[in-house]
């Protein structure tokens, strides 16, 4: 649910009468684990989606019966293999949800979805009790009593972009839509402009080396920081820094010449072997790609199978599941995503 805070404030705040609807339980695959939500107006507006479109539509109704209602219901849509593609699970999974009617006179679901809306760490139990949902006005501050599910959302993982050429504006771009709060920093002002950017959380304009020492704390174990300045006197003492830094991931764009001379001047600037192993260059998934949007797609591919522990190969050369594991705690979502 509180991935939809964008949505759903404004409305609850308006008092629009909504019901959402959340996976309670995921058997075998599924395009969405448990936790996630969708919603749908007393006007008929459907907000999210729960299964990427295969029960949408039975499980719009659901939610429109619990407004007419007032009170929680629960459906399973597909728990046998037969049933599952009955009723349009082409992934051939099932999942158990409840639909729940919501208002903004709920005060504790309202703090946690303005405090998600202001992307703050926030949590919220959802009491799943005999087979439906609390009824409006009982969703609980986080439990570990039996039948509360706990929904969860973490703040955006951090990409940081440092220069602001035009593949760097695309790779805003991606990196917004996927999740992403980024920042883009460049010594030239002239570049780092909302018109630009106008999908980046934070524009900076500072030598990027200077930026990185001074913003330091801010970063952490989620954070990402792409060097796409091209300008070896920019981006060395850039990365030199960056190397240093507690971050998962660390990559710079450059031709195989240009990543072999980088590497002996991040020697000569003091960096060791091990450190040297943490950076990602050149730059990027080998997709084929070549405008600076293909390149973009490219680069947020390699940092999210970096993240996700993915191998990067065609799911048709793997046999492994395609989906991780559905019903993994929603109170510690995982980089990128909102539970």
Known sequence: MLELAAALVPRLRAGER??????????????????????????????????????EEDAVMLGLRAL??????????????????????????????VAYPLSG????????????????PTALGLVVRDGAAAPLGTLLSVSAEEGVLTLSHAPRARLVILGAGDHAAALCRVAAAAGFAVTVCDGWGLLVTPERFPDADRLVVQAPDQYLRTSADEFDARTAICVLTHDERVDIPALAVALRLPVAFVGAMGARSTVGRRAGMLREAGLDDDELARLHSPLGLDLGGESPEETAVAILAEIIAGRRSGSGLPLRALSTPIHGDPNASCAAPRVGERA
């Open 68 to 97: 007419s209602t007032g009170s929680g219901l629960a459906a399973s849509f597909g728990f046998t293999a037969e049933a599952a593609h009955a009723a349009g699970l082409a992934c051939g999974g099932a999942i158990e949800v």
């Open 18 to 55: 909504v019901a959402v609807i959340t996976v309670t339980a995921v058997a075998r695959s599924a395009p969405r684990g448990t936790g996630s939500s969708m919603a749908v107006t007393a006007g008929g507006d459907v907000i999210g989606s729960i299964s990427g479109g295969c029960v």
């Open 105 to 120: 006179e709920d005060t504790v679901a309202m703090a946690a979805l303005e405090a998600a809306l202001r992307d703050e």
